[in-house]
């Protein structure tokens, strides 16, 4: 029963970074709602069968069924990251819905910083507006408060030096204040160490800057499972 459970979850959450996907793609001179999608080479429209997530891609095999055109595999990507983010929610329970339109707000923004290393503030706003509503101030020992300080100090003078953008704050405060400062903390040790590893493995120019937050939502993925 927990296996369907989790698979459904899994399949709602890979619609929804799916959509996120076309939002972004679309924002912010087109319709996100009620135009059809298309190919974004030949700009035929989709069949229903071309838009289930993963399952589409991989049964076309990574390229459109009409022009052939390879499909970006971060949309692959994305829609995997995005099933693993709502495996755990409870879409029956109202705290968890709205942690699913956070996360989503969150895995937009994602998206946005992935592919041109910013974004669009709006993306934010309904993470923003859940954290002012709903944060956890009233449950943070002296530990935390500790912690949250120290941890915003690091991030801001990495800003003030322009290692880092703002954006990494903005979401380190988010999920600090809506989660937990222990789950803000874990996740960005996740992300740091990912980062790391994927610039070591690469070995770019090391003078190029390169998006940080997908690292810190997969680091947000991987508490969930923890706490």
Known sequence: MNSIYYFFNFMIGSCLASHALVIYERWPEQNTIFSRSHCSNCKFELLLLDEIPIFSFLFLKGRCRYCQSPIPAELFLFEIIGGIAFTTIDFS??????????????LLT?????????????????????????????????????????????????????????????????????????????????????????????QNNKKQSFPFLPYIFIGLIFTQFLI
């Open 93 to 106: 329970n109202k705290n968890c819905i709205l942690t699913s339109i956070l996360l989503f707000s969150l």
């Open 110 to 202: 994602t998206i946005a910083d992935y592919n041109q290393q910013s974004f669009d503030l709006l993306f934010l706003v309904p993470a923003a507006v859940i954290t002012l509503l709903y944060n956890q101030f009233a449950n943070y020992k002296l530990i935390d408060w500790i912690s949250f300080g120290c941890i915003t100090f690091v991030l801001s003078w990495n800003i003030f030096k322009q290692k880092m953008g703002s954006g990494d704050l903005l979401i380190y405060l988010i999920i600090a204040s809506y989660f937990s400062v222990t789950a803000a903390s874990l996740a960005l040790l996740v992300a740091s160490f990912l980062a790391i590893t994927v610039f070591i493995i690469e």
